[in-house]
């Protein structure tokens, strides 16, 4: 008895929970514009693994996310081609993270997917302004915010790097004829947060390929066997859970996934778990090789 009282475990379910609340009025209401992927990546890195950069300033669980949602869900009523949406919603995307001085990386996410999804009906607004208010309250309840550090600055050359490093995804697949590619929500979200970090290791760059990787495979593999939004996510959020302990890491863009692989029209659902990959493996091997180069280079030759 006293294990299911632990602060972890009822953080665990009380996280869950709330996913799958949302989830499950998407069934009722038959509309999947309410299953937001980015709140379950949210739900983990506020409420479950309490992350003290996004908590600090919990107003922000809510002005990061929902500005971001607007924004994307504007771009994509522009008639312009997919690649160049995508271009132009992450350009933005920074903009609004400088003026609120936030490095909420989900923030990425809420505003890349009306656009993946082609989000058309304000029930998408409605639904993230009321699930991000909701996490806001909860962490506001929760109490760790009060003695959550401050996160890391955005900084010019991490930001500059993002943008570079986008672009030449963007052209790569744009040419290759898979303009669906050019966006990978969980993937840009670790991406971001990766590039702000000081050091990068061989070795957690690993992990977080695989965890991404594994995470798509999952979702997709879930609602293809069980064909029900809910019962996928019930299925596929412990799984994912499962697959953290054993790579021993803290990745809330994770459990994005599933919830990702519910909205995606079918021919981005099938090639997920290989586009997660090859993304994962282009970006988070940029922030690997760059981080290298850089130490190397800030580190004194010995005569």
Known sequence: MTFFMTRSTRDYLIGFGFVLLMVGLA?????????????????????IYRKSAWINRPIKIFLAPAGTAVIGFLVNRLSLSYPIKIWLTLGLILGLLTVLQSTLAPAFATGLLPIIVN??????????????????????????????????????????????AVTLWIGIVWFIGKPQ??????????????????????????????????????????????????LATL?????????????????????AFPL?????????????????????????GAVYCYKQLYQRLRTPVED
């Open 27 to 47: 069934t009722w209401q038959q509309d999947y514009e309410i299953i937001l992927p980015e709140i379950g990546a949210l739900t983990a890195g506020t409420w």
């Open 119 to 164: 989000a058309t009906h304000w029930v998408f607004i409605v639904a993230i302004i009321g699930f991000t208010l909701a996490l806001m309250v909860g962490v506001y309840l929760q109490g760790a915010y009060q003695q959550a550090s401050p996160g890391p600055k955005l900084q010019w050359q991490p930001m500059l790097g993002f943008i570079v």
């Open 181 to 230: 590619m050019a966006g990978i929500p969980p993937v840009l979200v670790v991406f971001f947060e990766v590039s702000q970090l000081p050091v990068y290791r061989g070795k957690m760059a690993v992990k977080h390929i695989v965890a991404l990787s594994g995470a798509a495979t999952i979702g997709v593999i879930s609602y293809a066997l069980l064909g029900s939004w809910l």
């Open 235 to 255: 299925i596929s959020l412990p799984l994912i859970w499962l697959g953290l302990r054993l790579l021993k890491i803290a990745l809330p863009a994770a459990y």
């Open 260 to 284: 990702l692989a519910l909205v995606l029209p079918t021919n981005m659902f099938q090639a997920l778990p290989l586009t997660a990959t090859l993304a994962a493996c282009f970006f988070i």
